[in-house]
């Protein structure tokens, strides 16, 4: 693809030679541009385009492609806003861009009402779901993002999909609800990192802390430099009463962190609470 772009990049300068009146050429070249992530280059064609034609729908929406990955959202927003007003051709995506900005600017009501209106355009637009699941996950809206991923599973049934609808589902308590989804999850993907680790801490709210074990062990051989990992996993290990496992888990903590004043309190804590296990206090 980079060659491809490049190539296309080598032609358009050649057209542009040829007649640099016609802003389409300099749009599919920032196009091009765009493509390869040199996106300063792009908004610079994208301008010659919209100075040549200020109606340019296609400049304006891929303008504010390019403004997003510069996280300059507000210019960007201001581009989208130009290409639906001109009934860009793009429009459902001129919206769901446009919610994306607002999202990254914590708008996020203005985000749901773009990405709504998104879906309401096309309504298999992937993209747009998920965009407003992430909308709904950033309020807090539970409810909200359960909904979302009906949706979303109804279209595309991905593991970020169960994912989400199970972490909604555990903030709102319903553990086993939860549990089946990031078992759903984890079954599409057998090293998702985050899947193991909120059905960890769903396993410990119905006491289950064998398999909470199992999962944390997960966690750790996929991440094994996080020590919030080893910090939960001593915190179940005590609740376990294996106390020199726990406290090995809050030495590896303090490794990892030796400013971490809680991981030496707990550490002390096993080890007392192993001696008078041991000792029948």
């Known amino acids: 693809m980079k060659k491809l772009n490049e190539k296309a990049i080598y032609d358009f ?3 542009i030679a040829l007649d640099p009146n016609e802003p389409s050429t300099y749009c599919f070249r920032g196009s091009a541009y765009l493509e390869l992530n040199e996106h300063k280059k792009a908004i610079s064609d994208f301008n010659k385009a919209i100075e040549l034609d200020p109606n340019h729908t296609n400049a304006y929406y891929r303008r504010g492609i390019a403004y997003c990955h510069l996280e300059e959202y507000e210019k960007a927003i201001s581009d989208f806003n130009k290409a639906i007003s001109l009934k860009s051709n793009d429009i459902s995506y001129c919206y769901d861009n446009r919610g994306y900005a607002y999202l990254q600017l914590n ?3 203005k985000a749901i009402s773009d990405f709504n209106k998104a879906i309401e355009l096309d309504p298999n637009y992937i993209l747009a779901y998920t965009n407003r699941v992430n909308a709904y996950l950033r309020l807090n809206d539970y409810a909200r993002v359960i909904y979302g991923c009906n949706k979303l599973i109804e279209l595309d049934p991905t593991n970020l999909a169960y994912y989400n609808r199970g972490y909604a589902y555990l903030k709102l308590n319903e553990y086993e ?3 089946s989804d990031f078992n759903k999850a ?3 993907d057998t090293n998702y990192t985050r899947a193991y680790w909120n059905r960890a801490l769903t396993y410990v709210h ?3 802390y064998e398999k909470a074990i199992s999962d944390y062990n997960k966690v750790i051989e996929l991440d094994p430099d996080d020590k919030n990992n080893y910090y ?3 915190h179940v290990y005590l609740q ?7 406290a090995s888990d809050f030495n590896k903590v303090i490794q ?6 809680s991981a030496y309190y707990f550490r002390e804590l096993a080890y007392k609470s192993s001696r008078g296990f041991l000792f029948g206090f």
Do not use: C, H, S
């Not at 990892?256 to 004043?261: A, G």
């Open 186 to 188: 984890i079954t599409l």
């Open 240 to 246: 376990l009463q294996k106390y020199v496992k726990a």
């Open 107 to 109: 708008e996020y009501e």
């Open 232 to 234: 939960l996993r001593g």
């Open 256 to 261: 990892l962190d030796p400013t971490n004043t």
């Open 13 to 15: 300068n050649k057209a």
């Open 206 to 208: 119905l006491n289950k």
């Open 177 to 179: 609800k939860a549990i």
